[in-house]
């Protein structure tokens, strides 16, 4: 069985070598670190570079937003010209935590998807209880030339088609394993398969049995094994749908060569 982790936060892992060790010996073949500011930006290009198996993208999170001027835009494109960046983000809107002005949020997040249509790369979509907005920004600036991905989709159904229309992705965490997660079990069964992608988000939300302890890809297992209870397949049906899909959306190369 072979699985892609699409959203990690490789440099905020403590153990990094023994997490990825486990991870392959779970089948996590593939995995995409992602950054949310340019120090980490910087570690996702730096691992990315010196594991095979690791690709990187580029971002600047919400909550960050307020530290972004057009020197730090610059720094972010020739990062995401490096040759295993794969995407631009997570970037989006947070008006949950509001850790960042709203207007600061609305404008990184516009320069973002700009440059992400400038440089041909998709979308790591990051949003929290902003769902119109980021739907809205997303159509008024075009994005579905590129597409990408909601990361950690919480949205209903509504939304879910709002940006299942202009191309986009929903990435599936192990939340998908918890109890109260009903709502999201139900909706996976009803959006197009090819459009669905699994991530752990790690070291975020671990999946059950080990929630409230630090997540790592080789838990994505988890996720994979619920997602596929959810749309009635098998575990190996879902990591091939999923790796299918993710390879496509970050054109990573399958290993079978
Ligand atoms: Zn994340």
């Known amino acids: 069985m072979t699985l892609i982790d699409s959203h990690a936060h490789l440099d905020m892992l403590d153990g990094l070598e ?49 530290q972004a001027g057009e020197k730090y835009f610059a720094q972010m494109k020739a990062l995401a010209q490096t040759s295993k960046a794969v995407a631009i983000g997570e970037c989006g809107l947070d008006f949950y935590r509001d850790l960042s002005p709203r207007p600061a949020q609305r404008q990184a997040f516009a320069r973002q998807i700009e440059l992400a249509l400038e440089l041909g790369l998709p979308l790591v979509i990051h949003d929290r209880e902003a769902h119109q907005e980021v739907a809205g920004m997303l159509k008024a600036h075009g994005a579905e030339r590129v597409g990408g991905v909601l990361h950690c989709f919480s949205g209903g159904l509504d939304l879910a088609r709002q940006v299942l229309d202009l191309g986009f992705g929903l990435g599936i965490t192990g939340t998908i394993t918890y109890k109260n997660a009903g709502a999201l079990r139900e909706l996976v069964a009803l959006v197009p398969r090819e459009r669905l992608h699994l991530e752990t988000d790690c070291p975020f939300l671990s999946p059950l049995p080990h929630r409230g302890k630090p997540n790592e890809p080789a838990y994505l297992a988890l996720a994979n094994a619920a997602l596929a209870q959810a749309l009635g397949i098998t575990p ?22």
């Not at 910087?42 to 600047?60: D, E, I, K, Q, S």
């Not at 390879?247 to 079978?256: F, H, Q, V």
């Open 18 to 66: 023994a997490a990825l060790a486990r991870a392959a010996g779970a089948g996590v073949a593939q995995i995409v670190t992602i950054g949310v500011d340019m120090p980490s930006s910087r570690a996702a290009a730096g691992l990315a570079a010196r594991l095979p198996n690791v690709y990187a993208t580029v971002g600047l999170h919400p909550h960050d937003a307020q």
């Open 236 to 257: 190996q049906e879902c990591a091939a749908l999923t790796t299918a899909n993710t390879r496509r959306l970050y054109r990573l190369p399958g290993l079978e060569g």
